[in-house]
């Protein structure tokens, strides 16, 4: 098992999770802001009151969490780690693992409060600018994600954000600023977060997913392809050098029996779910199946001639994803398949694997299985830019945490790619998820931990906030140094 010379060994974060000072220095609220506790989850079961006076379900901003805060409640995305204020105590831990990439995300509202602004926030841009010097001070390679969730909140209030065409000029306008901005500072960039979520999480949830919301998010992601796709080209434009790529929420779906209805089911699956971003993003067009879909939900999508050409044009230089369990699809309405509800999984139980607290597969195989995968489809580099275990930490009378459970995690996805890597994946870099515990997206909790360096800060936002290395900082820094053959 070999991992190539270069390998960007490292770690990832997202300015919504882990960046808190939510109104210093002239930042705007984003819609991630006023996410509580638990509720992306949750908000898919609740009714809401949306600003235009509609009802329903779903991932939209409620009525009664317009301008930041419900009394009593707390939000946690609006403190995070403080990383704001942290980042040059955090980037000096991650140095000392031996990192030689970090991947972190830019909040859009600290540059554009509002989001439609002529003219960017310079207090934002300082902020970046000082987190990348940092960085490279420790010749750590910054990878920066410039959408991660956090779409201005008064995008999503004045302008019904993803559903209105007009945003993607506002977010062009964001990547513009960005790219000119940070020339020569950062080289790798990835344009939208998990990209496929949009489509991928409708089915999911049950029977809770109406026609329109099929006709919303369909719609929504096309915008989405196409700013991504005018972003690349800009991005290429500005800086020759820059590597963009796409990142796609990526879990390898198996079929619950041999029966060919479910081989074709898991087929369709991976088609929806996986490939039909990926095809639009790293080839530049609808793939031949997007026909299908479309019609199965009677769909009409305002797709003009200008955005297919904009499409062909801004395709992406590396496909990258998150990696962090595998799921189970059947055509079979059986009875007794054990079923599993955790935080954003909906699947059947698949006996093999183990399970997290949170129901997530851990599941090494399905890595390489997906990497393989992507591997023959795209040719292009890869990226595994997401993966890691979710656990709750606990503290030692001594002050230590023991996660070997998290080692054990990350030793079977490590060995994986090698594999992949033996068996011919071009495969550049890995960047285990919240390497410095964080907020959950899925939950809202500090609790779900996935860190390498402990935060001490718990669900209500009660703690200290001093960092502190678990026995997964020694094991990885180890991993690091031997090029991934000490595991
Ligand atoms: C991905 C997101 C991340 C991250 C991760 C873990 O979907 O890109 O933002 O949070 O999942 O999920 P969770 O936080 O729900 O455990």
């Not at 809401?48 to 009802?55: S, V």
């Not at 509202?109 to 002529?118: A, K, Q, T, V």
């Not at 004045?158 to 990547?175: C, E, L, P, S, T």
């Not at 718990?458 to 991993?479: A, I, L, N, P």
Request: proline letters at 4%; aromatic letters at 14%.
């Amino acid at each position: 098992m070999t991992f190539p010379k270069n390998f960007l060994w490292g770690g990832a974060t997202a300015a919504n999770q882990c960046e808190g000072a939510y109104d210093v220095d002239g930042r705007g609220l984003a819609r991630t802001d006023i996410t509580t506790a638990g509720s992306l989850n949750q908000r898919r079961q609740v009714t809401y009151e949306f600003p235009d006076g509609t009802t329903g379900k779903g991932d939209k901003v409620p009525k009664n969490a317009h301008g930041a805060v419900l009394p009593g409640e707390y939000y946690p995305n609006q403190v995070g780690i403080d990383f704001y204020h942290h980042y040059q105590e955090d980037i000096k831990l991650f140095a000392e693992m031996g990192f030689k990439t970090f991947r972190m995300s830019i909040s859009w509202s600290r540059l554009f409060p509002n989001g439609d602004e002529e003219k960017p926030n310079q207090a934002g841009l300082d902020f970046y600018r000082r987190v990348f010097e940092e960085l490279r001070k420790y010749q750590i390679e910054p990878l920066v994600t410039i959408w991660h969730f956090d779409t201005p909140l008064y995008l999503e209030e004045h302008y019904d954000g993803w559903n209105n065409r007009k945003v993607i000029d506002f977010f062009v306008k964001f990547a513009t600023t960005v790219f000119k901005e940070y020339k020569g500072l950062v080289k790798y960039w990835l344009t939208f977060n998990e990209i496929n979520n949009t489509i991928q999480f409708l089915d999911m949830f049950g029977d809770s997913a109406t026609e329109k919301d099929y006709q919303d998010a369909y719609q929504q992601l096309h915008y989405q392809f196409v700013a991504s796709a005018r972003a690349v080209k800009i991005g290429h434009e500005i800086d020759p050098e820059n590597q963009i790529g796409c990142m796609i929420c990526g879990i390898a779906n198996y079929p619950l029996t041999s029966d060919p209805k479910d081989i074709m089911l898991n087929r369709h699956v991976w088609e929806k779910n996986i490939f039909y971003c990926g095809d639009v993003q790293c080839k530049g067009e609808y793939p031949t199946f997007a026909k299908r879909l479309w019609d199965e939900h009677d769909l009409a999508l305002d797709i003009t001639q200008v955005d297919l050409a904009d499409l062909k044009a801004g395709t992406v230089d590396l496909y990258t994803f998150s990696y962090y369990m595998s799921n189970v699809v059947s055509t079979h309405n059986d009875p007794d398949a054990e079923k599993v509800s955790g935080n954003f999984v909906m699947g059947l139980k698949n006996p093999y694997l183990k399970y997290s607290e949170w129901q997530w597969a851990d599941d090494p195989l399905g890595l390489q299985y997906y990497l393989e995968v992507v591997n023959d489809r795209y040719h292009l580099p890869l990226m595994v830019v997401e993966n890691g275990l979710g656990a709750i930490d606990k503290v030692e009378a001594d002050g230590k945490i023991h996660d070997p459970y998290r080692i054990d995690y990350f030793r079977g996805h490590i060995a994986a790619m090698g594999a992949a890597i033996d068996n011919g994946v071009d495969l550049i870099g890995y960047t285990p998820w919240g390497c410095i515990d964080l907020v959950s997206a899925g939950t809202g909790q500090m609790s779900k931990r996935y860190g390498m360096i402990y935060v001490d800060l718990d669900d209500e936002g009660h703690g200290t906030m001093k960092r502190s290395k678990k026995d997964s900082f020694d094991w990885y820094q180890k991993v690091i140094a031997s090029n991934g053959t000490d595991l």
